[in-house]
């Protein structure tokens, strides 16, 4: 287990206001910043595994099956991938649960950009640690392809008393995560970059990282 350095996060404004949308403005940025941090405290488990096998539609890693065509053609040449779960922990939950409704919201943005900058994090440590180029990461519910459903699999992957026991996360029996500011996910090393909203064609999303392309959506879908 893992646990992030936050000091080696840099949250700049410009990153907490990316997650707005664009009609909300946030003033006193740095108070709601201070404030957030102060409860956020960035846990991580990961290990490396290894696929099983592969078909069309799902794909196995160390013995058990993801149901995703996505997944499956970006592992299509890989051999080792690196699951994880990441959370905020169970303080922010609790300050954010006494706060009236906009300041949780804004409180909420914070919270959402930490988790995304400690996956990028993530990512530098496995890369540098085993000496990966390039690496993507996928999470279930990012698209319909891979539903939320698909973290039971991921906790039996990682062993649920293994995140309990590290992180204090619970999956609940409609697959959400508990604290409700967690994560899991897939990274694996690639030499094309790979972003779930290129195949999401929603409009106006504030958390978009990148463009809707076409091109993409149709070469993905016609392989699943
Ligand atoms: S565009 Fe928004 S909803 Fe779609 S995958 Fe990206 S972050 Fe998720």
Redesign the pocket.
Known sequence: MLYLDQGSIKLEEKQVVFGLPREVSFKGVEDYVDRALQNINLKVVYRPAYIEGREKSRVNIDGIWFSSGVLSLNLEEVERVFPYIITCGQGFDEMSASLEMLERYYLDVIANTMLRLGQERLREIIREKYKLEKTSRMNPG??QDWPLEQQKQLFKLLGEEEIMCNLQVRLTDSYLMLPQKSVAGIIYPTEFSFE??QL?N?EN?P???APFDENKWKQYYSYC
């Open positions: 990012s698209l779930s909203c999401c929603r999303c958390q978009r990282r």
